[in-house]
């Protein structure tokens, strides 16, 4: 698997996908977001993101191919955005999900409130206006994650 930095102007597969998959699409292009298209032979599998920097960072836009679910590729993706997040310096990872809090659970992701969110969550775009108030909140420290300096490309 491949994991290559996404280029502001190729974003419209992103958004295409993120809209299949019912996640929001709106904000991609605004500031302090970094995408990532993963590949296998060349075609997409995957897509994630991160919003943020310091030691809160949000994960976002995570969305596996429907013809790549349950073959374990969304585990391995998380893990990767996972590093690269402590990489660049992430100690804590939060995120909202609809659909998917049994995956995120099951990948050591815990269930708080919203109101327990640090600010620099809270204020994201996400949490304020794109996830209804019935997404769930959900968060991990990545105090485990080997941080290692991967290669990316950009596409
Ligand atoms: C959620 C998603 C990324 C999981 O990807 P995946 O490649 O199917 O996941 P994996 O194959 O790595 O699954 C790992 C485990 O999580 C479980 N799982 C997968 N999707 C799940 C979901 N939506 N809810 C609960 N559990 C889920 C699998 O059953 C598997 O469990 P097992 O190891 O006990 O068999 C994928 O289903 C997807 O793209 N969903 C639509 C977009 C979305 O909801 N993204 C998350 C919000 S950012």
Redesign the pocket.
Known sequence: MQMFKIEANGLSQLREALSQ?A?PFDDLSEPGRQFFRFEMDGKWI?YGGLEGSGQDML??????SDS???????????SELEQYAAFQGGLWLH?L????????T??GYEIFDRGEAPVAISQTVQFKHLCPASAIYLRKSLGAAVVTEQFVGSR
């Open positions: 998959a996640l995957a994960l976002r836009s995570l969305v596996v790549h679910n349950g073959k374990g590729l969304g585990k391995a993706v998380l995120l999900t609809q659909s998917a809090t049994g995956f995120f099951a990948n």
